[in-house]
């Protein structure tokens, strides 16, 4: 069972400071800023056979994980722009895993989604480097058990998932020793 909790989540469990710094919001930033970058230079040289590896038993392949990390911050970015632009909105939740067995995500070019990290990737680090500090402290409100997530936690969040998909996929690499 701790094997599997390991490949489930090699980095651990997203734990928010109960103060979030703007160290921390900077740390949070260079990592969605670094994301695509990092993504891409790490599966350019995987195969068709490798994409669609399970990054575990019973796990998403490669290829899913790319495509969820593009739709996932696609849906974070809007989460951004609503709870900078409403009053506590409630948003909107969506099925992550029946999304994952849709077609463009279970073939599609993993180029398109890399793409598209890229230039969401652009747009939510350049917003989040020109707001206020009292922006950070806006929110909406999630629908899974009414929970109020500040526009600080999202950042977290999400800078948490890009490292826990990218350590997904380079933990597998590592362990089939696909790259030298």
């Not at 038993?57 to 790319?66: K, L």
């Not at 890399?114 to 747009?123: D, R, S, V």
């Amino acid at each position: 069972m701790e094997e599997l909790e390991k490949l489930k989540y090699p980095i651990g469990h997203f734990e928010c400071p109960k103060e979030i710094s703007k160290e921390d919001i900077d740390r949070w930033i260079s990592v969605l800023d670094n994301l695509p970058k990092n993504l891409h230079e790490l599966v350019k040289d995987l195969n068709e056979q490798q994409l669609d590896t399970p990054y575990r038993d019973g796990g998403w392949t490669v290829r899913q994980v790319i495509h969820h990390l593009a739709d996932s911050h696609h849906h974070s970015y809007t989460r951004f722009k609503w709870a900078l632009t409403e009053n506590r909105p409630l948003i909107k939740a969506y099925e992550e895993k029946d999304w994952s067995n849709l077609t463009d995500a279970k073939s599609a070019p993993i180029a398109l989604s890399l793409n598209y990290l890229t230039a969401i990737h652009a747009k939510l680090v350049y917003m989040l480097t020109h707001i206020s500090s009292l922006d950070y402290q806006k929110s909406y409100i999630h629908p899974d058990g009414n929970m109020n997530v500040s526009v600080a936690e999202n950042l977290g969040k999400y800078a948490w998932h890009s490292n826990h998909h990218y350590a997904h996929i380079k933990n597998l690499i590592d362990r089939k020793k696909w790259i030298d």
